[in-house]
């Protein structure tokens, strides 16, 4: 069975700072990855996705991420952060002959000035 | 153009009354999806539809919980005899097609609080 790990559950950073939200999962077969961000009381919307190719993939908002096939990670980072980047944000994988999205448990990153 | 929309945004209930929430897709998406946000589990795959085909509802948590889609669009999830533990945002979600590359959009949610 597939698995999401987010391993920091609150990230508080200061604005213009870089940040990292880190990712990691479990899967016995290939997997498509993504992240997605929630702003309070929104659904999710997609930052990024990697589905094959390069393994640095960009995103909205100035989001990377890389997949780490060896490390089965797929962390996100931004160089510098703004105010309005505070939000919830989910690491998620499916099997690549799957249907549904398997989320980490998020993280929420807080930016302040 | 529309995005996915849910209603109602919040629903308050007793324990024991059944709800029903709605999904109105983006328009021309075959693929629809319901999830469960709670604080103890996360995001939860419930139930996933595509065309005509037989729902996948592996995610279904108990028998209490149903979905339907009427002529491949508007979909509404039933939970019956509600219960406490069902206090959560329910997301749908929908996508284009049923190809494993597809992303999905997502609504922004029902808020349910079980009394």
């Keep these: 069975a597939q698995s999401v790990t987010q391993l920091d559950s609150q990230v508080p950073v200061f604005e213009e700072a870089p940040v990292e939200l880190r990712c990691n999962y479990s899967s016995s077969v290939s997997v498509y990855l993504f992240w997605y961000v ?3 009381n929104q659904g999710l919307q997609l930052l990024l996705k990697y589905l094959s190719g390069s393994t640095l993939v960009k995103g909205i908002n100035g989001f990377e991420a890389e997949f780490n096939k060896s ?14 980047d505070t939000a919830e944000y989910f690491c998620a994988v499916k099997e690549q002959a799957g249907t549904a999205l398997i989320f980490g448990k998020g993280t929420t990153l807080s930016v302040s000035s | 153009g529309a995005g996915v929309s849910q209603s109602p945004s919040n ?3 007793e324990k024991g009354k059944d709800v029903e929430l709605r999904c109105d897709p983006i328009s021309g998406h075959t693929a629809l999806y319901w999830y469960r946000q709670s604080l103890g589990q996360g995001l939860e795959f419930l139930i996933y539809f595509q065309g005509n085909s037989a729902p996948d509802k592996s995610g279904l948590p108990s028998d209490r919980f149903s ?11 039933t939970i019956q005899r509600t219960q406490q533990e069902d206090s959560a945002v329910y997301l749908c979600a929908s996508s284009p097609t049923s190809g494993v590359r597809e992303t999905q959009y997502f609504g922004p949610g029902t808020r349910l609080l079980v009394l």
Excluded: D
């Design chain 1, 38 to 40: 929630q702003y309070p």
């Design chain 1, 71 to 84: 490390q089965t990670s797929f962390h996100l980072r931004k160089p510098s952060v703004h105010i309005s």
């Design chain 2, 11 to 13: 629903k308050v209930t």
């Design chain 2, 67 to 77: 979905a339907e889609r009427t002529g491949g669009s508007v979909s509404t999830l």
